[in-house]
């Protein structure tokens, strides 16, 4: 669940309401920059340093198919 303005347009074939939707009450949905940053860091390691699998959700999601919706702290 990364919040870009293309991803869930282009699953959803155009459709701007319903791709509105996946991130709706979602509080801080992950962003580019996120995923960036996790790329960032994983080539900055040492050489043996062997990366194998990386998996990046918001908080508010702990599965693909979990999403809490609302705010996460007051």
């Excluded at 801080?28 to 959700?57: F, M």
Aim: proline share 5%; charged share 25%.
């Amino acid at each position: 669940m990364v919040h870009t303005p293309e991803f869930s347009l282009n699953r959803l074939r155009g459709d701007a309401e319903k791709a509105e939707k996946v991130y709706a009450d979602v509080d801080k949905p992950s962003t580019a920059e996120d995923v960036a940053d996790c790329i960032h860091l994983a080539v900055g390691l040492p050489l043996h340093v062997n990366i194998d699998q990386v998996t990046i959700r918001p908080l508010a999601q702990s599965a693909n198919h979990k999403v809490h919706r609302g705010k996460l702290f007051s």
